[in-house]
């Protein structure tokens, strides 16, 4: 059976995801990410501008597992903002204080 994945490409303001190719480009230029970084993105942007609690985040990268710490995920969102924020004049993704992240509209 063929399952058609309707979110295999998402864009969000600049940003673009093809997660069957593992591409992310921002304003056009291709970013490599790692695994992690890459899955984080795409738990923001299906979250279109909404915020995405850290036991969200937690759920989408790590399936739940308490081991993952909230230094962890801080830490990878950190470098992920670093390469977003590249050429840009913005961070694009907003710390929303005691509750998670979202992307900027």
Do not use: Q
């Not at 992690?36 to 915020?51: Q, R, S, T």
């Amino acid at each position: 059976m063929i399952v058609l994945d309707l979110n295999a490409k998402l864009r969000y303001d600049d940003l673009e995801v093809d997660r069957l190719e593992g591409v992310v480009r921002c304003s056009g230029r291709e970013i490599t990410l790692t695994p992690v970084e890459f899955e984080i993105l795409v738990a923001l942007m299906l979250k279109n501008g909404c915020v995405a609690s850290c036991e969200y985040l937690h759920e989408r990268v790590w399936g739940g597992t308490r081991g993952a710490s909230s230094s962890l995920l801080s830490a990878h969102v950190t470098n992920l903002r670093s390469k977003l924020a590249e050429g840009r004049n913005d961070d694009p993704i907003e710390s929303v204080w005691g509750v998670g992240y979202r992307l900027r509209v």
